[in-house]
C-alpha cells in the first residue's frame, strides 16, 4: 500500500507537504520521500528508508535541504518514490501508488520496441515508478502518455506528477480502487489520499477525482485533462473496515462512522440469534477494532471496556518488521493488560479482519492469561479468501495463507475451495464447520463475521461501486 500528497502554492509550500506526506504514514512503513520545485533552484528530491523509524524524524531536517513553491512527498510499502525524470516532456518528478501485476511484460515490451533502459535495483528488478513515466514518455503530452499507461496496466496505478514549472498532474486509477481528492485553499491546491490531511492544512473540500480522470493544477485552477464518459468504479471497501484512517472520507462515506454502524450491524445480528447474551465487555482490537466495538457496544447495550491498552510511548507507530515472528513478539509487547476487566469475565473482541490469524490467536491466549473466563472473536469482514491483486494490503504471497483458506484445506482439501461462497456464509454447514474449526484451533468461545451485505450497508454504497476481490473473488 501507499499514499501521496502534493501542493501547487503562491508560497513556500514545504512544512505544508511535510505534514500532509506524514499523514499518510498509516500506509506505509517501508519508504519516504519528497520532491520540490523552486524557481531558482529548480526540482529536488530526497528518498529515505523509513523502516526502522517513522518519515516525521527521517525528514525533519527537509526544510534546510530543500525549498520550493510546490512539492509533492509518497510514503510507500514498496519502491523508493517520487523519481525525477527527464524526457521529451520535460523534467519532472513522479510518484505512484497501487500495484501493477504485469510488470515484467510491461518492462520485456518497453526495451524490445524502443531503444530504453531502465536502472536496475537488486535482483534486476525494476521500480515500477520509473515503469510507469517509461510509458507515459512514449506520448506526445502527458494526458496521452497517462491514459496509455493506464490501459496498460493490469492492477492499479493512481498517479502524481509535478512538472518543472511548479504545477502538478494528479491521476485517479482507472478503476478508482483508491481515492484522490483535491483541496483548495486561497493560495493554491493540494491533492490527497486522506481528506483530513489537507483539511489540517486548511484546505477545504474541492473535488473528488472520478476514476480514470486527469487534471492539472496551478496555484489559481483544476483544468480537466480527461475525464471518461463512463467510469467504472471498484473502490476498496476494505478502506472503510481496516486501511482508512478514522477521519477520511472516501466518496462522501466516513470512515469512523461507517465502522459505527459496522459493528452494530454485527450487534444487531449477534442478538437477533441471541449470541449477545452473558457478555460482559465489549472491546476492540486495537486500534482499527476499537470503532467496530463502540458501534456494537453501543447497538447492543453491553459495556464497552478496553482489557488492555497498547504502550505507545516507545511504540507510537505502526512499526512491521519483515520477519512475522518479530511482528507477533512486538505486537504482544504492546499489550498490557487491564486486569479489572479481564479476569473472571466473558470478553467479545472484534477485530477490523483476520488474516492469517496469527496476531489475533495471541491476543486472545492472552487474555485467557491474564484471567478471561471466555474470549469471543467477531470479524468486522467477512472471511478473506482471496489475497489482494490490486492494492498489496497484506504480505500475504499465497492464497493458502490465509487461515480461512487453511481451514477449508484441512476440512475438505482441494475440493473444498469449489465451496468458498458456501464456506463465507455462516449460516450453511459449511460455513459453520469453517468458523467450528478456527474456534477449536485458536481457542476461541466462539467466531461470527460480518457478511458482505452488511459491508456494504455499512458503507452504503451500491456493492457493484465496491471492490470486494478479497471476500468473493470478484473483480
Same mark, same amino acid.
Given at each position: 500500500?501507499?499514499g501521496?500528497f502534493?501542493?501547487?502554492?503562491?508560497?513556500d509550500?514545504?512544512?505544508?507537504?511535510?505534514?500532509?506526506?506524514?499523514?499518510h504514514?498509516h500506509?506505509?512503513?517501508?519508504? *519516504?520521500?519528497m520532491?520540490?520545485?523552486d524557481p531558482?533552484i529548480?526540482?529536488?528530491r530526497?528518498?529515505?528508508?523509513?523502516?526502522s523509524?517513522?518519515?516525521?524524524?527521517?525528514?525533519?531536517?527537509?526544510?534546510?535541504?530543500?525549498?520550493g513553491?510546490?512539492?509533492?512527498?509518497?510514503?510507500s510499502?514498496?519502491?523508493?518514490?517520487?523519481l525525477?525524470?527527464?524526457?521529451?516532456?520535460g523534467?519532472?518528478?513522479?510518484?505512484?501508488?497501487?500495484?501493477?501485476?504485469?510488470?515484467?511484460e510491461?518492462?520485456d515490451?518497453?526495451?524490445?520496441?524502443?531503444?530504453?533502459?531502465?536502472?536496475a535495483m537488486? *535482483?534486476?528488478?525494476?521500480?515500477v515508478?520509473?515503469?510507469?513515466?517509461?510509458?507515459?514518455?512514449q506520448?506526445?503530452?502527458?494526458?496521452?502518455?497517462i491514459?496509455?499507461?493506464?490501459?496498460?496496466?493490469?492492477?492499479?496505478?493512481?498517479?502524481?506528477?509535478?512538472?518543472?514549472?511548479?504545477?502538478?498532474?494528479?491521476?485517479?486509477?482507472?478503476?478508482g480502487?483508491?481515492?484522490v481528492?483535491?483541496g483548495?485553499?486561497?493560495?493554491?491546491f493540494?491533492v490527497?489520499?486522506?481528506s483530513?490531511?489537507?483539511?489540517?492544512?486548511?484546505?477545504?473540500?474541492y473535488?473528488?477525482?472520478?476514476?480514470?480522470?486527469?487534471v492539472?493544477?496551478?496555484?489559481?485552477?483544476?483544468?480537466?485533462?480527461?475525464?471518461?464518459?463512463?467510469?467504472?468504479?471498484r473502490?476498496?471497501a476494505?478502506?472503510?473496515?481496516?486501511?482508512?484512517y478514522?477521519?477520511?472520507?472516501?466518496?462522501?462515506?466516513?470512515?469512523?462512522v461507517?465502522?459505527?454502524r459496522?459493528?452494530?450491524?454485527?450487534?444487531?445480528?449477534?442478538?437477533?440469534?441471541?449470541?449477545?447474551?452473558?457478555?460482559?465487555y465489549?472491546?476492540?482490537?486495537?486500534?482499527?477494532?476499537?470503532p467496530?466495538?463502540?458501534?456494537?457496544?453501543?447497538?447492543?447495550?453491553?459495556?464497552?471496556?478496553r482489557?488492555?491498552?497498547?504502550?505507545?510511548?516507545t511504540?507510537?507507530?505502526?512499526?512491521?518488521?519483515?520477519d512475522?515472528?518479530?511482528?507477533?513478539?512486538?505486537?504482544?509487547?504492546?499489550?498490557?493488560?487491564?486486569?479489572?476487566i479481564?479476569?473472571?469475565?466473558d470478553?467479545?473482541?472484534?477485530?477490523d479482519?483476520?488474516?492469517?490469524?496469527?496476531?489475533l490467536?495471541?491476543?486472545?491466549?492472552?487474555?485467557?492469561?491474564?484471567?478471561?473466563?471466555?474470549v469471543h472473536?467477531?470479524?468486522?469482514?467477512?472471511?478473506?479468501?482471496?489475497?489482494?491483486k490490486?492494492l498489496d494490503?497484506?504480505?500475504?504471497?499465497?492464497?493458502?495463507?490465509l487461515?480461512?483458506?487453511?481451514?477449508?484445506l484441512?476440512?475438505?482439501?482441494?475440493?473444498?475451495?469449489?465451496?468458498?461462497?458456501e464456506y463465507?456464509?455462516?449460516?450453511?454447514?459449511?460455513?459453520?464447520q469453517?468458523?467450528?474449526?478456527i474456534c477449536?484451533?485458536?481457542?476461541?468461545?466462539?467466531?461470527?463475521?460480518?457478511?458482505?451485505?452488511?459491508?456494504?450497508?455499512?458503507i452504503?454504497?451500491d456493492?457493484?461501486?465496491?471492490?470486494?476481490?478479497?471476500?468473493?473473488?470478484?473483480?
Amino acid at each position: 500500500m501507499g499514499g501521496f500528497f502534493g501542493i501547487t502554492s503562491k508560497h513556500d509550500c514545504m512544512r505544508d507537504v511535510y505534514f500532509g506526506v506524514d499523514y499518510h504514514s498509516h500506509l506505509g512503513t517501508r519508504r *519516504g520521500g519528497m520532491a520540490a520545485y523552486d524557481p531558482e533552484i529548480g526540482l529536488q528530491r530526497k528518498i529515505h528508508s523509513i523502516e526502522s523509524s517513522p518519515f516525521r524524524t527521517k525528514f525533519a531536517r527537509i526544510f534546510d535541504e530543500m525549498q520550493g513553491i510546490a512539492a509533492i512527498g509518497c510514503i510507500s510499502n514498496t519502491v523508493p518514490s517520487p523519481l525525477l525524470m527527464r524526457s521529451k516532456l520535460g523534467t519532472y518528478a513522479i510518484c505512484i501508488i497501487g500495484r501493477i501485476n504485469n510488470a515484467e511484460e510491461l518492462i520485456d515490451r518497453y526495451l524490445s520496441e524502443t531503444d530504453g533502459h531502465f536502472d536496475a535495483m537488486t *535482483g534486476g528488478r525494476v521500480n515500477v515508478t520509473e515503469l510507469v513515466a517509461a510509458l507515459i514518455n512514449q506520448k506526445e503530452d502527458f494526458t496521452e502518455g497517462i491514459k496509455c499507461a493506464q490501459e496498460a496496466i493490469e492492477g492499479t496505478a493512481s498517479i502524481l506528477i509535478l512538472k518543472d514549472d511548479g504545477t502538478l498532474i494528479a491521476a485517479r486509477d482507472r478503476f478508482g480502487r483508491l481515492p484522490v481528492l483535491i483541496g483548495k485553499r486561497d493560495d493554491g491546491f493540494a491533492v490527497t489520499f486522506e481528506s483530513f490531511a489537507y483539511q489540517k492544512l486548511g484546505f477545504e473540500d474541492y473535488q473528488e477525482l472520478i476514476p480514470g480522470e486527469i487534471v492539472h493544477l496551478t496555484p489559481e485552477e483544476v483544468t480537466v485533462l480527461y475525464k471518461p464518459e463512463c467510469p467504472k468504479k471498484r473502490i476498496c471497501a476494505f478502506l472503510w473496515a481496516y486501511f482508512g484512517y478514522p477521519t477520511s472520507n472516501y466518496e462522501g462515506v466516513n470512515v469512523e462512522v461507517m465502522r459505527y454502524r459496522n459493528g452494530a450491524l454485527l450487534a444487531k445480528r449477534d442478538g437477533d440469534r441471541g449470541l449477545t447474551e452473558g457478555i460482559d465487555y465489549v472491546g476492540g482490537v486495537p486500534d482499527s477494532g476499537t470503532p467496530h466495538a463502540i458501534g456494537y457496544a453501543n447497538e447492543s447495550r453491553i459495556p464497552f471496556a478496553r482489557a488492555f491498552i497498547k504502550y505507545t510511548p516507545t511504540w507510537s507507530r505502526s512499526f512491521i518488521p519483515s520477519d512475522q515472528q518479530d511482528r507477533d513478539r512486538i505486537a504482544k509487547m504492546k499489550q498490557i493488560p487491564v486486569n479489572e476487566i479481564i479476569k473472571g469475565n466473558d470478553l467479545l473482541f472484534i477485530d477490523d479482519s483476520i488474516v492469517r490469524g496469527t496476531q489475533l490467536r495471541e491476543t486472545v491466549e492472552f487474555l485467557y492469561g491474564n484471567g478471561a473466563k471466555d474470549v469471543h472473536v467477531r470479524s468486522a469482514c467477512p472471511p478473506i479468501m482471496y489475497s489482494c491483486k490490486y492494492l498489496d494490503f497484506t504480505r500475504i504471497t499465497s492464497d493458502n495463507e490465509l487461515i480461512a483458506r487453511r481451514m477449508i484445506l484441512e476440512l475438505e482439501g482441494e475440493a473444498g475451495l469449489e465451496h468458498i461462497d458456501e464456506y463465507s456464509d455462516g449460516t450453511t454447514e459449511r460455513g459453520k464447520q469453517l468458523r467450528k474449526a478456527i474456534c477449536e484451533k485458536f481457542k476461541f468461545a466462539s467466531l461470527g463475521f460480518q457478511s458482505l451485505q452488511g459491508v456494504v450497508e455499512a458503507i452504503g454504497l451500491d456493492q457493484c461501486e465496491l471492490c470486494t476481490y478479497c471476500w468473493n473473488g470478484k473483480e
